[in-house]
């Protein structure tokens, strides 16, 4: 494996950058990473409330941006602090159970943060959004290019918020000349230590997949998805980008390369067993995960690559093996 | 990530199977008689050991008080019989023979499109057999077929089942001086359909659409497109061998711009291989995938999908380049229409050349 790429982020002048959503995975991580580099940016960090490995390393606001003032708090927060960057990192990590709230927070609030990172002036913003924004379609391409047509799922409701999302980020970035808006679009991330529904439903010995399906998957690494992110902290890289690990996978040879055993049911039958075991628990129906295992959703990384060059260390094998291998230590099957 | 059984766990494996047999042998007698002479523990409490064709029959059924001769002719026949047949050795051969790809069988890396090298390698060993067996395919004109980076074949489709896709590929990589296996495009109801979704694409199927194909020629890679789409495939069998109406030529934009040389395809014999009776659209309606009456198709159950036996000849026709053709042309409607009609009527007439020299359908 190459060696890590040196984040070179800091030297290039940016002095303060906020972070939305610091209690997130992604948002804690790139905290931490920004801090390790050789001359750190100041971090100014909003949330409902600060990982403690973060207390006294960063510049701590609570902020809660379901408030229907959020806009203003934040804008303020912004401006006081000088901050030349903003990623917005503030999204559940699983599709919330309270679809009202989810929309709140995902699309109102990211709405919140856009408007405050324009009134105060803020240079750059950096949005996480997610590959599943292009929705899993028998009718898809082999590989989704960024211009595709955004058709998420439709009974995927956080993937479909963040489609709205990115609608209103391409009108505001429209209006807004100056800025530079990224939105980053990752495939599903594996990794170590990266928790979220999916990775959930591959932990166990067991996976369900459907019978006669075995759609190609990719991966983005953990630690991919953070140098990513730094890059386009570093470098302007305004638009959308997918980022995915290179090469695909099957998914039964996934499941063999970890071991596991695969359980195919017939789609009729896991489509109505989700919903009956969810209507219950949450409101994102499962059959929308499904439909991402029985239809290509590849997303084509070229632009990424050439004008970003953005080279992921690990291939999709590698992430998968080592999101497998971790799990394994930590005592799951 | 190879599979491959060592040759010691096959050794094993061979000496505890003969060592079973040798235990069958001993207590049912069938074979040859045991060489330690040791007496089987649920041998019957005899003086001596029963005599083959007693316990044979014990084995086949309850002896009958009184059999009448034919029916101890018939016994002892039998057990002769049974004697020559080495079982280990025809199941051995039966599994090599057979050699199915299986899920076992898959390699750790797939290329983009999810061509899986080691599965193709397994199953070439069975599109081999379709090919100079089961069709007895004739290959003419692929001498003409250019060693180009590009190359993209358009061909008439028929049978339901891309089988003439799976045969084109095998036809070129087997006759051209190249050896390169080209793409077959697939339409989109095969591609999604569950369990052949995952095989073809093993075998190198592409669903049909712009951006992949694009994509494809892009890495020069050479591909098969059937642009009569799902229309070719799903005629009635009074149709056969009239092309239906071609895409909206997207092929000849995409060979012109990317400056792929485009040639003509007709197979013959793939009409026969699933005749479609009729082709009830209210099922399609219902559940979203067509499912044509051939004469042995519902009937016979599972047994219908097998492909009747006819003989196959495969044409390629003269390929057209387009060097001298403006890049710009690719977006000329009435360009890429020409070209689509002149491509079209260069494969119905490869087919109105070829059919009357086949003398029989089948033989």
């Known amino acids: 494996m190459a060696a890590r790429r040196e984040p070179e982020l800091g030297r290039r002048g940016l002095a303060t950058v906020a972070i939305t959503g610091v209690g997130t995975f992604t948002g804690a991580r790139t905290a931490e990473r920004l801090l390790e580099g050789d001359s750190p940016p100041r971090i100014v960090a909003l949330d409902l409330r600060l990982p403690r490995r973060l207390e006294g390393r960063v510049r701590f606001h609570r902020v809660d941006l379901t408030e229907p003032t959020a806009d203003s708090w934040v804008a303020e927060i912004l401006e006081k602090e000088g901050c030349e960057a903003v990623l917005h990192a503030a999204f559940f990590t699983d599709p919330h159970p309270d679809v009202e709230l989810s929309h709140e927070l995902e699309v109102v609030g990211a709405l919140h943060v856009m408007n405050a990172a324009a009134a105060a002036g803020v240079r750059k913003l950096v949005v996480t959004s997610s590959a599943q924004v292009y929705g899993p379609h028998p009718d898809n391409p082999g590989y989704l290019s960024e211009d595709h047509e955004l058709r998420p799922h439709p009974h995927a409701h956080a993937a479909r918020d963040r489609a709205e999302l990115e609608r209103l980020l391409r009108l505001f970035a429209q209006r807004h000349r100056d800025m530079v808006v990224t939105a980053l679009r990752p495939s599903w991330i594996m990794g170590p230590s990266y928790e979220s529904a999916v990775t959930r439903r591959f932990e166990s010995g067991r996976v369900l997949t459907l019978l006669g399906y075995d759609p190609l998957l990719q991966f983005l690494h953990e630690d991919d998805w953070l140098d990513a992110i730094e890059t386009v902290l570093e470098r302007d890289a305004p638009g959308p980008w997918n980022l995915a690990g290179d090469g695909v996978l099957p998914l039964s040879t996934l499941l063999r390369l970890g071991d596991k055993r695969s359980v195919p049911l017939p789609h009729p039958l896991l489509y109505g067993a989700a919903r009956l075991d969810s209507l219950a628990r949450t409101g994102d129906l499962p059959e929308a995960f499904w439909d991402h295992l029985r239809f290509g959703w590849l997303v084509d990384t070229r632009r990424a690559r050439e004008q970003l060059g953005f080279e992921p260390l690990y291939t999709t094998q590698e992430a998968w093996m080592s999101f497998v291998v971790a799990r394994k230590l930590r005592g799951y099957r | ?363």
Request: with cysteine.
């Open chain 2, 1 to 363: 990530m190879s599979r491959e059984v060592p040759p010691e766990v096959l050794a094993e494996l061979r000496a505890s199977v003969r060592s079973l047999r040798r235990e069958l042998e001993q207590r049912f007698g069938v074979g040859e008689p045991a060489a330690e002479g040791l007496a089987a523990p649920d041998a019957p409490t005899g003086a001596e050991p029963a005599s083959d064709e007693e316990l044979l029959a014990f084995e086949a059924e309850p002896p009958p008080p009184a059999a009448p001769g034919w029916l101890g002719w018939l016994r002892a026949e039998l057990g002769a019989r049974l004697e020559q047949i080495d079982v280990v050795q025809i199941y051995e051969s039966l599994r090599e023979r057979v050699a199915l790809p299986s899920s076992g069988d898959i390699s750790a890396e797939v290329d983009d499109f999810g061509l899986d090298a080691r599965y193709l390698a397994l199953a070439r060993r069975w599109l081999d057999w379709l090919y100079d067996t089961w069709w007895r395919v004739d290959v003419s004109g692929i001498e003409g077929v250019p060693d180009a980076p590009r190359v993209l074949f358009v061909s008439n489709s028929a049978g339901i089942l891309p089988w003439d896709a799976l045969m084109i590929a095998h036809a070129v990589e087997r006759t051209h001086s190249s050896h390169r296996r080209p793409r077959p495009l697939v339409s989109d109801w095969i591609a999604t359909l569950p369990f052949s979704q995952s095989r073809l694409a093993r075998l190198g199927a592409v669903r049909a659409c712009a951006e992949n194909a694009e994509r494809l020629l892009a890495a020069n890679e050479w591909v098969i497109a059937f642009p009569e789409g799902q229309k070719g495939a799903l005629k009635p069998f009074r149709e056969r061998y009239r092309l239906q109406r071609f895409a909206r030529g997207g092929f000849v934009s995409l060979a012109v711009r990317l400056r792929a040389v485009l040639v003509p395809v007709a197979v013959i014999g793939s009409e026969e291989v699933h005749p479609i009776l009729f082709e009830p659209r209210i099922v399609r309606r219902l559940i979203g995938v067509p499912l044509p009456v051939t004469p042995t198709f519902p009937l016979l159950g599972p047994l219908g999908v097998v492909p009747l036996p006819s003989r196959w000849r495969i044409r390629f026709g003269e390929p057209i380049w387009f060097d001298d053709v403006a890049p710009e042309r690719a977006a000329d409607p009435l360009y890429v229409n020409r070209t689509r009609e002149r491509v079209r009527g260069a494969i119905q007439t490869l087919l109105d050349e070829e059919l009357p020299r086949r003398r029989s359908v089948f033989v």
